[in-house]
């Protein structure tokens, strides 16, 4: 199973008129956040693959990225037209057995929206306990992707207040051992040292811009 990863920032091999042919083996495509609408529709309409996503931290800002391609207002409202967001839900994929979760936003710096105080996300990620352990009794595991905008606490994150990680998703981590975490919120410079970290049976992966997930099911 190939998915494409996308987050934070328009990826030009992907926003292509070659995007077709260099993703057609893709099954499945997760966006991190903080991406334009525009582009959502792009990549299902180009690749005809359904997009899950999370919100970032700037729902609601119309952005034009470094390039140019001025994509418009950035996806924030759950509109099947731009992808099924997952923010604050966990989805069982039965075509392909697959189990993903969502928890969108960054750390409260200033007020603005889809930003959370830790207590506030843990709560959130407290909501989706019934459902996971629901997914443990019927498919024998909790979950397989957690999807977040913002890193775990300490774990590709930065000093200050509005990149700083999320305590309560490390605790997740310990709690439901999935077999991926991927979030953006840190940009990475250098595409090829891109941040992939072991945490206990998880797989914590930045897909800043654009990332390809193989999985051997």
Do not use: W
Not at 46 to 73: C, E, F, Q, W
């Amino acid at each position: 199973m190939k998915i494409l990863c996308v987050s934070d920032e328009v990826d030009p091999l992907v926003y292509s008129v070659n995007a077709k042919k260099r993703y057609a083996d893709i099954d499945l495509v997760i966006s991190s956040g903080d991406l334009p609408a525009k582009y959502y529709e792009f990549i299902i309409s180009t690749l005809n693959r359904p997009l899950l996503y999370v919100n970032g931290n700037h729902k609601g800002i119309h952005k034009t990225d470094d390039s140019g391609y001025g994509m418009g207002a950035s996806a924030g409202s759950c509109d099947e037209y731009y992808g099924e967001c997952i923010d604050g839900k966990v989805l069982y994929l039965k075509k392909l057995d697959l189990i993903v979760a969502g928890l969108g936003g960054s750390m409260k710096y200033n007020n603005g929206l889809d930003q959370y105080t830790e207590t506030a996300q843990r709560r959130r990620m407290a909501r989706m306990a019934p459902s996971l352990m629901l997914n443990k009794i019927y498919h024998g595991r909790p979950v397989d992707i957690l999807v977040t905008h913002a890193a775990p606490f300490g774990i590709h994150d930065a000093p200050d207040l509005c990149h700083r990680g999320f305590e309560c998703f490390n605790r997740f981590i310990d709690q439901y051992r999935p077999k991926y975490l991927l979030h953006g919120h840190v940009h990475v410079l250098d595409q090829n040292k891109r941040p992939v970290t072991e945490c206990s049976e998880t797989e914590v992966i930045n897909v800043f811009k654009s990332y390809i997930l193989e999985i051997d099911k």
